[in-house]
């Protein structure tokens, strides 16, 4: 609090009097100044422990696919003959499957493809939906008619009548290539999201005054875009992208699980929950692992997430 | 408002339109011929031209698109290439099955997020309210196929064969050919896994939703009104609460459709039914181009029908809202 000095009264009114002194007026030091907002939000989302759990399972996906060759103790694509169908033992922890191939394994590298088509297909969604967005809202008129009718072409389709149909022209292969499709359709499907997201934002955002400032002092369109308008839609881009990425695990399992997915023998997991299904009678424990690793993996994208979200905007709550 | 409803059902069409002319142009894109699998591999070059004029697929697209909408205006959806079996005969047989499905898993997801919602609304940071947000958050994170897997590890196995693991018996008065399998008890049977698998995402999702907007609208002042009035906590929670509160959750349930109909794919795969999910998956992934446009079309119209439902249920549920 700046000091506050009672000022010798010379004419004037009474209340003058409760008014700090002009000299006697302090600037909050650095330190003092209040918490920005994104600080605030961390400390927030630092309080919640469910997003914490969130995390922490994110954190340790992505240790284990990047270490994975590490953390296999057999090869997830080589087939052993002679121990199909072997039960949970010490010697592989969650059994074989009907090529003899190590589950653990299959379930340790299977990471790799959740984790990459579920986050590079999101970004790969708002590389492009939100430059789409931002353009359309801003510019408004034909530009916007232009871009928001594109979109909405894609979003008139239940999204996984599109994305089977894209994988289907694709052609679902294995490996590298094979992940690439898969992530290229998921994307497509998720670019309206942006756009509309980012879209409502700027149409928000444009009217208000320190936009209005910038103008009158001439600063260009694109340094507008970039430095005043984008940072004020980060919160909901944040949000939907960190639950995003949830939802294309979600449809990359769902893919996979349709046989539409990157193929084998790349380890997948939708596929391999597909292939073991056909075994549930007698090999039970089969199906559950790489459900199991769906599940976590979207639940650890979904309290991360809504951490986020009751973080960054508690508005949106 | 007779006026907007006017506007947007003669909406329907073009949209309809617009989405089958793009399956047809994105099955044809598809790299491949699609009479080799008809043929076999020991075929020449002119049996396949034959196959082709046969079929009209030597045209241009847009004269082929033209020809299936001249066609389907007579109400003939074509004849699927590789089973020969007219489309719409292979619809009309697969349509109640889905449909039985998808109402099913709808009624499934409201009992439970009805109830759950409210509850966790009410009291709200209590036990009650961990229960239901938790296991919300648990169900939001499973995927259709996984609980369906899971229901099946504990009916069809775990307990002993309880309920079958697939197949389909229709319910009596359903069945579209001369012979199927009708049994109200086989029917009952057959559908709750799947219906469960379905919705239980779906519950878990409105679950979420409704209980949100549940805290928000009861904190307003016309619920304060009406309890200072002397109502009773029933109809201030039932009628002046919950009514606000669906007008986000029938959004979603309107979104929900689009994954809905994933969903209904993966679920009749599952359980191996002879619904509309998996006649449309296998002719897309065998390109019959026949049998995808009469799925596009169903798909479609469905799809755009229930997002005008969703928008005029808003008038129902709030008043205020108005289309001119």
Known sequence: MPETKIRDISGGSTSEADLPSVTAVVWPARAERSESPLAQGLRRFRRSATALVGVAIVVALVLVSLFADVLAPRSPIASDQRHTFERPSWDSPLGTDQLGRDMLSRVIHGTRISLAVGVSSVLLALFVGVPFGMIAGFYGGRVDTLVMRAMDLILAFPIYLLAIILMVMFTPTAGLIGTIKVTAAIAIVRIPIYARLVRGSVLSIKEKEYIEACRALGVRDHWILFRHVLPNCLAPIIVTTTLGIATSIIVEATLSFLGLGTQPPTPSWGWDLKANVAFIQANAWLSLFPGLAIFVTVLGFNLFGDGLRDALDPRLK | MRTYILKRVIEIVPTVLMITFVVFVMMRSVPGDPVVPLLGDAYTEEDAIKVRQAYGLDKPVLVQYVIWLGKLVQGDWGTSILSGRPVLQDVLVRLPVTLELIVLSMVVALVIAIPAGIIGALRQNTWADYTATSVAMIGVSIPEFFIGVLLLLLFSIGLGGWLPSSGWVYLPGTCPMMVCGVSLWGNVQHVLMPA????????????????????????????????????????????????????????????QVGFLIGGAIVV??????????????????????????????VTAFAFVVINLVVDLTYTFLDPRIRYA
């Not at chain 2, 939703?209 to 009773?232: D, F, H, N, P, Q």
């Open chain 2, 196 to 255: 469960l698998a379905l919705g239980v995402g779906r519950a878990a999702i409105l679950t979420r939703l409704l209980r949100t907007s549940m805290l928000e609208v009861i904190r307003t002042e016309y619920v304060t009104t009406a309890r200072a009035k002397g109502l009773a906590e029933r109809p201030v929670v039932l009628k002046h609460a919950l009514k606000n509160a669906l007008v986000p959750t029938v959004t979603v349930m309107g979104l």
């Open chain 2, 268 to 297: 009749e795969t599952l359980f191996a039914m002879p619904g509309l999910g998996t006649f449309g998956i296998d002719a897309i992934i065998g390109r019959d181009y026949q049998q995808v446009q009469g799925f596009a079309l």
